[in-house]
T-cell receptor, first 113, second 116 residues
Framework: DQQVKQNSPSLSVQEGRISILNCDYT??????FLWYKKYPAEGPTFLIS?????DKNEDGRFTVFLNKSAKHLSLHIVPSQPGDSAVYFC????????????FGKGTKLSVIP | GAGVSQTPSNKVTEKGKYVELRCDPI?????LYWYRQSLGQGPEFLIY????????DSGLPNDRFFAVRPEGSVSTLKIQRTERGDSAMYLC??????????????FGPGTRLTVL
């Protein structure tokens, strides 16, 4: 039973446009959410996170939105750049200092020049 | 500074053999994690160390899997009597710890294990 779901295995976006990656979760105990980016032959790299007490967190071109009632979060990248092409994983944890991350299956983003 | 490193980057073994995978965490990070990523899946938690002790090994799939971290730094994941289903990318991560904050986990590049 997948507790973190990324229902789109892939996404293609034109350079300069907005990329929106979606993530849904089922476990109501999750209260901290992270996005990781992964290039081939590398480990996942932390991108941005959000606590459940917020509904938005922004860092440069990256913004994460959290809708707790819908158990849904999304990552917006604007403007998208070819270097953003990677696999993006949504992850969640429960409790302050929690160590165990539960990951989705990932979405492969391709930004077309 | 140096990130998390893992050796070897690739390991090919035969069914039934024993393998060891090594992880060097970021210096000063007291927490260390092992994850396994199968093809088309996200990373799945295996075990978590706080210092030298395994604080949570609930993700280890069975007793063929074991991990140690004897000096609170380098960790070794050990797999006995390997099976073809053990083939996956094994990822290690580390984090600093603070009792009241969420701790970003920094991942290594992984070891790709192939069991023939």
């Amino acid at each position: 039973d997948q507790q973190v779901k990324q229902n789109s295995p892939s996404l293609s976006v034109q350079e300069g446009r907005i990329s929106i990656l979606n993530c849904d979760y089922t476990n109501s105990m999750f209260d901290y959410f992270l996005w990781y980016k992964k290039y081939p032959a590398e480990g996942p790299t932390f991108l941005i996170s959000i606590s459940s007490i917020k509904d938005k967190n922004e860092d440069g071109r990256f913004t994460v939105f959290l809708n707790k009632s819908a158990k849904h979060l999304s990552l917006h990248i604007v403007p998208s750049q070819p270097g953003d092409s990677a696999v993006y994983f949504c992850a969640a944890s429960s409790g302050a200092g929690s160590y165990q991350l539960t990951f989705g299956k990932g979405t492969k983003l391709s930004v077309i020049p | 500074g140096a990130g998390v490193s893992q050796t070897p980057s690739n390991k090919v073994t035969e069914k039934g053999k024993y393998v060891e995978l090594r992880c060097d965490p970021i210096s000063g990070h007291t927490a260390l994690y092992w994850y396994r990523q199968s093809l088309g899946q996200g990373p799945e938690f295996l075990i978590y160390f706080q210092g030298t002790g395994a604080a949570d090994d609930s993700g280890l799939p069975n007793d063929r899997f074991f991990a140690v971290r004897p000096e609170g730094s380098v960790s070794t994941l050990k797999i006995q009597r390997t099976e073809r289903g053990d083939s996956a990318m094994y990822l290690c991560a580390s984090s600093s710890t603070a009792a009241s904050s969420y701790n970003e986990q920094f991942f290594g590049p992984g070891t790709r294990l192939t069991v023939l």
